[in-house]
């Protein structure tokens, strides 16, 4: 367990879309912080077997993010269970890859539904009960989209990119309060979705690895670590930051 300002013992981190991929990294990486983890989701089966290889430290909760109603019902349930969140990352998220004159006004306003207006509605349930103890830590997760343009992604890119706008203003309101606000854009990471795409298109992946500085893609580790260290004490002066994990694709050198 990690010891002095990296640890974040006492601390009760929901995450939504925690079952799997990066959602589920950040949540091993946080219990081994020494973080209670909660983790919300859609499918039980999932959440079941992610709790089970996380161990003690970690819970879970039915929650479809796009059930904007039922966030202060579904945080009165945690809080009655195990305590009021300290930590909250906005994770979960959906995706649609399509030109952007094929992508109907319906799946455009799916993704963002699901990224923009879900995460909201989680955030404004969540930050009063950090506002009233005096601290907290919001995580948004965003992505490479939210920086620069990749083809295929436009409902993706517009839920990505206003995440830069939630998080400098959300920062600017919040952080007065003593609620930070900050999000990663993680790049290529390895996993299981994204492995089995890959697996499929070793031009793509040649393409991928061609402009990455480092040459090869990144593990959910490499954004749970980072998360741990956005919520904790070491980065208490750290607000409406956009963190890019790379591995140095956004200095686009290639």
């Not at 091993?28 to 973080?35: H, L, N, P, S, V």
């Not at 609620?179 to 979705?193: D, L, S, W, Y």
Request: some cysteine.
């Amino acid at each position: 367990m990690m010891e002095g300002p990296f640890s974040l013992e006492g601390e009760i981190a929901l995450i939504t879309g925690g079952g799997t991929g990066i959602g589920l990294g950040m949540a091993r990486c946080m219990a081994q912080a020494g973080a209670q983890v909660i983790l919300a989701g859609r499918r039980e089966n999932v959440l079941q077997e992610a709790v089970q290889s996380i161990g003690s430290l970690a819970a879970y909760e039915i929650f479809d993010v796009t059930q904007l109603d039922e966030a202060s019902r579904m945080l009165n349930r945690i809080q009655d269970r195990i305590g009021s969140p300290t930590i909250l990352i906005n994770n979960a998220g959906n995706h649609l890859k399509k030109s952007a004159l094929e992508t109907t006004s319906e799946e455009f306003l799916q993704i963002l539904n699901t990224h923009v207006n879900g995460s909201f509605a989680l955030t404004r349930a969540v930050a009063p009960i950090m506002i009233e103890r005096g601290r907290g830590s919001i995580l948004f997760i965003a992505s490479m989209t939210s920086l620069f343009g990749l083809p295929q992604t436009v409902a993706y890119s517009a839920a990505k990119s206003a995440y830069v706008g939630l998080v400098g203003t959300l920062a600017a309101e919040l952080s007065p309060h003593g609620v930070r606000v900050n999000a990663i854009a993680p790049g290529f990471i390895i996993t299981e979705i994204s492995r089995n795409a890959f697996d499929n298109d070793p031009e793509r992946l040649e393409r991928v690895l061609r402009r990455t500085p480092m040459n090869r893609r990144g593990d959910p580790e490499d954004i749970g670590y980072a998360a741990v260290y956005l919520c904790s004490q070491a980065a208490k002066y750290i607000t409406g930051v956009i963190l890019p994990i790379d591995g140095g694709s956004s200095i686009q050198m290639y």
